[in-house]
């Protein structure tokens, strides 16, 4: 078991840190996702072609959906390329995130290695001392 130091708490507070960054950079994907799926739904709706022969109203009907499908299309386009701006800054924060804590996990493991060998250190002076007490203790005088 690791010995306990004063970078514990900081590691914890980096660690919430790298998580919530996580949680944003999940929900980023996400929205990239769905914005995908609208535009090429918009794709879908625009490259339909629903103007047949008939009388010039329907036409015009016809060419103003079309138009809106066209408008709707330009949009999602835009909301893709927002999300993916959304997600490069969310991703931007999770690398930077996981630097911080990697940095300070990398100061407690040294940390709780140099306290582990200063311990050790101090078992095997114990140790020696008392060893050398019972072999003084052992040899009559």
Known sequence: MAPSTR??????VRKREEDAASVGLA????AVRRAQEELERAVEAAGRDPRSG????????EEL?????????RSAETGLREAE????????GYADAHRRAEVVRRAQDRQ???IMADQEKRERKD???????????????
């Not at 970078?7 to 914890?12: G, H, P, R």
């Open 112 to 114: 709780c290695a140099e």
């Open 54 to 61: 008939g009388p010039i109203e329907l036409w015009q009907l």
């Open 65 to 73: 959906e079309h138009r809106r499908a066209l408008q709707s299309m």
């Open 7 to 12: 970078l514990d708490k900081v590691v914890k």
């Open 127 to 141: 140790i020696d001392e008392i060893a050398t007490l019972r072999f003084n203790a052992e040899r009559p005088s």
């Open 27 to 30: 929900r980023a994907h996400a």
């Open 85 to 92: 701006r959304g997600e490069a800054c969310a991703r931007s």
